[in-house]
């Protein structure tokens, strides 16, 4: 066959679309969730795909994560206790323990089958890390997980699905959830949240954005290129001691070196630039929006 | 998700092809000579997909075994013992088991693990067939399977991957193949050949058919409609004996009647008239073409 | 570019479709009922496309106009009168007027700038039709052409678009719409009606069918399969005088000859063996369905 | 329809291709160099389409056209006389027009089709500027443009087709032209030319750097992501006096204010960090290849 025949397309709105060759599908399950599927993409390698969106690919899975994680910790003097929400592959787990400082990493996901789906098929992506003595996995709703929890952090890490009508992952982005969530990090410590795309949902990256903003002193963005996204992706750093961006190249550079184990392949002092400033157009969108996303009025993505 | 994002694209050229949504990839493995996947289309359920190309779908795949075997083997007197080249999944041969005169149904298959993967993925299709007593699975070459075999068979049924450029099979269309085949008949018996797609692809159509003529006494055409292959499909009989069109209707649904297990879906006696009457235009187009196959000059579909 | 990028994609269901590469736009626009496209598709030809649905194309209009028009024209003694509702591409104008015994064809369409478009850019189709002696174009609603109308015809043709949800052309497909209409044919005339597709859309197939027995004696139904429609498609003929499959195989070359200009391209004696025929399982799922349109309850496909 | 129909599929490669709904085909023709479409896409609005590949979108042409221009002019001291080779749809030459030092733009461009085209259907993006006093515009090949002409520049603007094996445009990217290109340039001045997708080509990305680092003294890459590309774009500046990223944030912002007539878009100081910036992974490919383009060597993108 010299036309591929296997497809998966992705849809980014009724009127656009990516088509993406399987070379073979390794798992395709529904849980009482979701549709999981565990595929060789001919351009991205294996890829995790949930409920037809592209989670993350070992082609570029690097991005999204080392972005995610390291410009907040090493934001943070000693950041040692890390909470994760979300982040079910271990990839978010991985970049957290390759941080020399940090001595506990703790991971909260709803749902124990998607653990054991990523043990069995994303080896490339955990590396082993969940029997990893400092990680602490919990089976939880996140939602709840702080109404019985004492325990404070030093960052918190937000790997979640995106806000989707119809889905209740949106409520891990209104400013009651941040309100909730601000009481767990230590004095000087810091979150990250994964913010949609820029690209294609700029009204709820903005509206992320703003709603930390409301909640803390120091709130930030970062926007990246990933090419199995298929645009722009974006990132919210806050907290009410530290800010990312006061980091010089040279700092960053020094600080990898310091505190992280192995190589990084995206981000490092170069990068650093490149993610944190944001084009005039984008900015200009962002200008208009200052809607606030609260539980009775919260942001999400259309189906 | 509102639109559909797995989806097995099926091109007839490459300006046209099809595209069928996917529910569910059951199985999807590559072989030494294939990628086979079965999985569930929305439209058609259960199917088997080889290197691209809908095999058969539960939804219709009686349309084609039925106009495969029954014409065939109601023209013939007394069909006891029939051998069947191809057809893996077992569904040809469930349909020869059907006629109550048949002792003996050889089925020949060049990969056991085809057979395997049927046994265990294909249960509508064989529905047991394998296993039946009257049943004989040799795993050989049906190029040369005759070499070294001195039976003959009241018919003979040929369940062939289409003659595609670079594969082999092409050679299983060919005068020569067909003139070694011939001396396998008994007295009154005949065979059938799949014909490929007279939508698609008329010229091999028309030479398969030219190809039979030279070597056979009497050659009939049939063509169906079947959805999941999304045109017409053609059929070629040939025998020095019989010939299926020589029965009427009330002939057709007495012999049904009389001789096959349970009830048919597609063919009957009404059926038969729309079957072996060819529209104008593609009688037309079999005029035009006077080429026969050999082994030096082979007709094949392109890749 | 190996790889075609101007599309076509037409949708059956959610669940399916096809795609038809484009080699040029030749035109499309916006009229204030309907977006219209005409475009080269690479496979068949030039193609007239209205709201995403192709509705004939050079490549094989012929079989959808001939099955429409010849089988009960030559079922009726003396066709002299023949009316048109819809058609105005003008390839049904063209066919009844190749009838020699035609002396007078009514076309009755509801947009002068469908007329317009079809002598400007549909040569091909109506082949100057428009300007026959014997052509008289009225623009109407075909609802309520027989409102104010007292003349009689021999034969009338229903070139309708589909009986979509939300239109208004699924008046044109209910009891009371038939039973006006009934008043205006000739002793010894009949009508045909074309009648959606029975691979995609059975129930309405079944339910013209259904809803036409119960107004005339002798109703009867030929499907064809329309390569540029992607599957079959049916049409319903219906009288209290004649019936087309009365007609042997010799009776229609016969009456070919005589009253016919020119060669027909798909209709002649053997090919109505094939259309009249209805494979058994389309037989027996309209079997199941006894449903009848009516202005209250219509019969309509999704949109 | 709920489902589009009317769709442009852009192939990056054969595994990959990205859907764009079309509302309208403008229009659509074929010159004798190549098939040049006008559509409205859904998402872009008008578009002009090229052999298949997206050209620019009134939707977000500004972010290639402003990159193009400005960071190159704006680091020129006193940029009178520019040169742009292709740019037939006069966005390039609209932006270049902007500034106030500017008081004559040469545009080359291989065929008076192309400009007769632009003038008739894209208004949006050349504004008028074919007509501007200071416009000059002379139908050539860019290949021989400089044989017969002994005129120097300030800037060169190189706006053409990507090089595509079996165009000839590969010739505009190679050492030789780059060489002769280079002696038309005034003291003070400097080049810039589009340079292919980081993320699709990188190969041809780095190349076309690599060999213009070769030339001259002072060579950077800017890379934006632009939605209608469907991911990075790439753009290499080079020349012996100046050096775009010596600008400062407030050099850049201050400039935009004096020179340029309007409000930018896309350019300022802020973005001028994200865009010079490379990411760590592309910078790693880059060290990788060390190619130069020359004309028995050429660098070339899959047709």
Redesign the interface.
């Known amino acids: 066959?010299?036309?591929?025949?296997?497809?998966?397309?992705?849809?980014q709105?009724?009127?656009?679309?990516?088509?993406?060759?399987i070379d073979?599908?390794?798992e395709?399950?529904?849980t009482s969730y979701q549709?999981i599927?565990v595929a060789e993409?001919?351009?991205f390698g294996k890829t995790l795909?949930i409920?037809?969106k592209i989670q993350s690919s070992v082609f570029d899975e690097?991005?999204y994560h080392e972005t995610l994680v390291h410009p907040l910790l090493l934001s943070i003097k000693n950041p040692k206790n890390v909470l994760i929400l979300g982040g079910g592959e271990g990839a978010t787990l991985r970049e957290v323990l390759r941080h020399k400082l940090v001595t506990e990493s703790v991971m909260v996901d709803i749902d124990q089958s998607v653990i054991d789906f990523a043990k069995k098929y994303l080896q490339e992506w955990h590396k082993g890390s969940f029997d990893d003595p400092r990680s602490k996995i919990i089976i939880s709703d996140a939602y709840n997980f702080f109404d019985n929890n004492n325990d404070n952090y030093d960052a918190i890490i937000l790997d979640l699905t995106d806000p989707i009508l119809g889905n209740t992952s949106y409520k891990l982005y209104t400013k009651e959830f941040y309100e909730k969530l601000k009481k767990h990090i230590n004095v000087g410590g810091g979150m990250v949240t994964q913010a949609t795309s820029p690209?294609f949902n700029t009204d709820t990256f903005t509206t992320i954005y703003n709603t930390l903003k409301h909640i803390f002193q120091y709130v930030v963005t970062s926007i990246?290129?990933v090419?199995a996204f298929?645009?722009?992706w974006g990132f919210v750093y806050a907290s009410d001691y530290i800010n990312p961006i006061d980091l010089s190249k040279e700092d960053i550079d020094k600080k990898i070196k310091e505190r992280i184990n192995g190589e990084?392949?995206?981000?490092?002092g170069?990068?650093?630039?490149?993610i944190f400033?944001?084009?005039?157009?984008i900015?200009?969108e962002m200008i208009k929006q200052n809607k606030i996303s609260t539980e009775s009025n919260p942001t999400y993505i259309p189906?």
Do not use: N
């Open positions: 066959m010299q036309y591929g025949w296997s497809w998966h397309l992705e849809w709105y009724p009127c656009e679309f990516h088509g993406h060759l073979r599908v390794i395709d399950i529904k549709r599927m993409l001919t351009r795909i409920d037809g690097f991005i690209s990246v290129y090419p298929d645009g722009l990084l392949r995206f981000y490092d170069e990068t650093h630039h490149t400033s944001i084009p005039k157009y900015r200009q189906a």
